[in-house]
């Protein structure tokens, strides 16, 4: 999702790629409840996925495409809405192994045709014990400004971004899990009203969207 790569773009892909994969399969399999959590997640964005296509008319745009040394990993499926031209979610299936999910992004939208909430499961190459990267983002528009709040799927808030134009001047700021930390403990460096506008009426816990909805 569109969100997802804002993400991966503001810390590198290469660099995500190579954190994740410097956690060791031991450390992995130690964590049981987690595992099974969030492949749970990922299994219920799947089934999401399946509800909406059901639910609207769409058409499905195919592509291939994979990492350095690998350049067809996955073949990507990104279903469009008929009605909107929306996109209703985007499937990444391991080439090699078709019936492999490798990510999976899903998008509600609102009456406006805006996305409300999103919920993305992304494994790494070649290791399915687990996702590597989950993420439920809420989303707020206010004029000109659009601000997400995003959470994995332990409940962890992990990053608000908001984007867009405030008084007239072109306008961003982005809090990472780090930043959210500290600015629980030190007070947020966004200015009040402005950081209202962008996130002040999004959920504050993962709640029932736990499970995607």
């Keep these: 999702m569109q969100y997802f790569r ?3 773009i503001a810390f590198g892909l290469s660099g995500f790629i190579a954190n994740a994969l410097a956690v060791s399969d031991a450390s992995m399999k130690e964590d049981n409840a987690h595992i099974r959590k969030w492949n749970k997640f990922a ?3 799947l089934k999401l996925h399946h509800k909406l296509i059901q639910q609207h008319e769409h058409e499905i745009k195919k592509s291939t495409g994979g990492y350095a040394g690998n350049k067809d990993y996955y073949i990507e499926e990104n279903y469009i809405s008929q009605k909107t031209g929306k996109l209703l979610s ?3 299936w391991e080439k090699a192994n078709p019936e492999i999910m490798h990510t999976i992004e899903v998008y509600v939208h609102d009456e406006k045709g805006r ?3 999103d919920f993305l499961a ?3 190459p070649d290791y399915h014990n687990a996702p590597v990267q989950t993420l439920v983002s809420f989303h707020q528009y206010s004029g000109k400004l659009h601000g997400f709040r995003s959470f994995d799927a332990s409940g962890d808030k992990i990053l608000e971004r908001c984007e867009g ?3 007239g001047k072109p306008f961003e700021f982005i809090l990472d899990e780090d930043e959210l930390y500290a600015a629980s403990m030190d007070g947020n460096p966004i200015e009040a009203t402005v950081y209202s506008l962008c996130v002040g009426h999004l959920p504050q816990e993962l709640g029932k969207y736990i499970k995607p909805q």
């Design 122 to 124: 992304a494994y790494l």
């Design 90 to 92: 985007k499937v990444q």
């Design 165 to 167: 134009e405030y008084k």
């Design 115 to 117: 996305v409300k909430r």
């Design 6 to 8: 804002i993400f991966l």
């Design 43 to 45: 299994n219920d964005v």
